[in-house]
């Protein structure tokens, strides 16, 4: 029998699926080392689903230190086609304040150090692959059409930025990212997404707004507190999304 096509990668504020039925847990083989944790094949609105929590369930492992080769040869070891990561983000643009959700079609990467290609690795061959558009257009689609089903205001469209964590960034760093044309920030949608495009499965990123990124929205320092509260609400309104999602079939 075969198994599930759709995976669901949480981010920060996400480890597991509200409700799920898990049916098995799956901890593939990987020659690119440890996945950040077990792969739960779980039940959810009536489909089945692969669920992995990027940091680990209990947050333990920074952005900067998340196998993403791992993780990412694994589902494609189970048969997974496409990916809808979760991301959570600071915001830059004015209409992206916290709890706001996004659906990015553009990355600027400006982390450094980490193993961004299965090419990297001492048997494998150089693949140079096209990153023009590094989101799939059908998911972001389906992402869309979730949205206004769960009745969840959605921003289409944006510049991620993508920069080295776990700290969070200065406030010229996000005038700088600002002059760069980007719209949010988050600390591990690079190299999961190009990972993902070698591989060759489908990847999109649903994202929630944490906070107003450093010097933006009139705020001073970030307080996690205040973040964590305010993921609370986010991450409500991305499993409604993903639910729609999933019971949608795309």
């Known amino acids: 029998m075969s198994g599930p096509t759709r995976a669901i ?52 492992i920074p952005p900067h230190r998340v196998n993403y080769r791992a993780n990412i040869d694994a589902l494609r070891q189970l048969g997974i086609t496409r990916i809808i990561a979760v991301n959570a983000v600071g915001g830059i643009d004015a209409d992206l304040g916290p709890a706001a959700l996004c659906v990015p079609d553009q990355i600027i990467d400006y982390t450094h150090g980490r193993l961004s290609s299965f090419s990297d690795f001492h048997d494998s061959a150089v693949e140079h692959v096209d990153f023009t558009e590094p989101f799939s257009a059908p998911l972001r689609d389906a992402l869309a059409q979730a949205a206004q089903q769960a009745q969840q205001a959605l921003r289409m469209g944006g510049v991620l930025g993508v920069t080295q964590g776990p700290r969070l960034e200065t406030r010229a760093e996000i005038q700088r990212m600002h002059r760069d044309g980007c719209a949010m920030v988050g600390m591990t949608s690079m190299p999961e997404a190009v990972l993902a495009r070698e591989a060759k499965i489908e990847y999109a990123s649903l994202c929630v707004v944490a906070n ?33 999602w999933l019971r949608g079939g795309a």
């Open 9 to 60: 990668i949480g981010g920060t504020g996400l480890y597991g699926l509200p409700g799920v039925e898990e049916l098995r847990r799956l901890v593939p083989d990987s020659k690119f080392g440890k996945p950040s944790g077990a792969f739960v094949h779980g039940r959810w609105q009536g489909q089945e689903v692969i669920f992995l929590a990027r940091h680990g369930e209990g947050h333990s």
């Open 212 to 244: 107003w990124a450093a010097g933006v929205g009139g705020g001073g320092e970030i307080g996690m507190d205040e973040i964590r509260q305010v993921l609370e609400e986010g991450m409500r309104k991305v499993a409604a999304v993903l639910a729609a």
